[in-house]
């Protein structure tokens, strides 16, 4: 009985880390590219984005629970479209303009799936010309993608991811 019950808990592991290593590194890319947008670096948000584009396209969506996979099929294409706009161009306004809908994307993602640590779902009032604008970060101090240094601290916490 200690046996089955160890082989089943081996298997349920196995299974947890596959599914979460199907889409970690989609997470991590796009977590390279709010790093990017952080720092107001174009040229590294365009590179970290040509990386986040291949991670999309490695998926295989096979792997992937029920509620991914329906997820996944809905965001898909505007997270290639997003990626594709960010990767092609050095210009973080551009990006930034397309990191809105590339994060609320994640963010759908995210929430079905779950990252193995606590996620920051964060918000900057002032982005977006002034509609807001979301994001996720692996840190809970905020350091705002959409504007960089110009208003680094500008935002809160409004959802914790667990």
Known sequence: MAIIALLSVT?????????????????????????????SNGKTAATESAEFL?????????????AEHTVW???LPELKEDAEHISETNDAAHQRDHFITLS?????????SGFGVPVYYQRCPMANK????????????????????????????VETIN
């Open 104 to 112: 609320n994307n994640v963010y759908d993602l995210l929430k079905v």
């Open 73 to 75: 099929m809905k965001v």
């Open 11 to 39: 298997v349920s592991t196995a299974q947890d880390k596959n599914q979460l290593g199907e889409l970690k590194a989609v997470f991590d890319n796009y977590f390279q590219v709010k790093d990017a947008l952080v720092k």
């Open 130 to 157: 002034g509609k807001g604008a979301n994001w996720l970060s692996k840190e809970k101090t905020v350091k705002n993608p959409y504007y960089g240094a110009q208003m680094l601290t500008c935002g809160k916490v």
């Open 54 to 66: 291949a991670a999309i396209k490695a998926v295989k969506m096979e792997s992937l629970s029920e």
